[in-house]
């Protein structure tokens, strides 16, 4: 089997604009997100950090590195998942994240799972 398949986590996103905790006149916009995390590939492995790449409509960044996610470093085995929710502030009604999860497989390898960029909007905000 290919290595590339051997070391594979898939990850996908669902975004939840969260107006009871959201102020627009104050610029704050609070969003929920909830992310599951699939092991695709063959062998079991573990999360150990995350890093996150925020940006808002006026393409201001912030950079979120940490262990785990939300206390937890889970070890995930072929065909299993983990999902787990958070959320984060932003001062424009529009933005996106991406980032990547550093993995370590049962064998000691090293390596990524990309998080492609998903949008955070509030509703009726874009088209």
Request: aromatic share 8%; proline share 5%.
């Amino acid at each position: 089997m290919a290595e590339s398949k051997k070391y594979e986590i898939s990850v996908a996103a669902e975004t939840q604009y969260l107006a009871d905790q959201s102020d627009p006149k104050d610029g704050r916009y609070v969003f929920a997100y909830n992310i599951t995390l699939r092991n695709t590939g063959t062998i079991a492995a573990q999360l150990i950090s995350r890093h996150w790449v925020i940006t808002d409509a006026e393409s201001h960044v912030q950079e979120v590195r940490g262990l785990g996610v939300v206390g937890h470093q889970p070890l995930i085995k072929p065909g299993e998942s983990f999902e787990y929710s958070s959320g984060c502030v932003l001062t424009t009604p529009v933005g996106t994240m991406r980032g990547s999860y550093q993995m370590t497989a049962e064998d000691g390898t090293q390596f990524e799972a990309p998080v492609a960029a998903f949008t955070l909007a509030m509703p009726r905000v874009l088209h």
